[in-house]
């Protein structure tokens, strides 16, 4: 059986990037191939999905200046979020 991954960014906020993902693998196990999801999550399509903001652990983590840029590019995202 061959292998194949499939990248992938489904933690959209409506339910079609799951089900896209989940017919793809659904077809290819049909095709009697063992497929594997790798979830894509780049910074930059995560920010308007995360309302959260940990202050503390983000300047820990990347500096204060990505954090306040991160915070800038939440901003017109955060009324959608909430």
Not at 25 to 39: F, G, N, R
Not at 49 to 68: K, P, Q, S, V
Request: hydrophobic residues 45%; glycine residues 4%.
């Amino acid at each position: 059986m061959k292998s194949v991954g499939i990248i992938t960014f489904h933690c959209a906020d409506n339910f079609g990037a799951v089900l896209q993902v989940y017919a793809l693998q659904h077809i290819l196990s049909k095709l009697d191939l063992y497929s594997e999801i790798i979830d894509y999550k780049p910074d930059i399509l995560i920010i308007p999905y995360d309302y959260r903001m940990h202050w503390y652990e983000t300047i820990n983590d990347i500096g204060i200046l990505r954090a306040i840029k991160r915070f800038i590019l939440k901003l017109p995202h955060m009324r959608k979020i909430k």
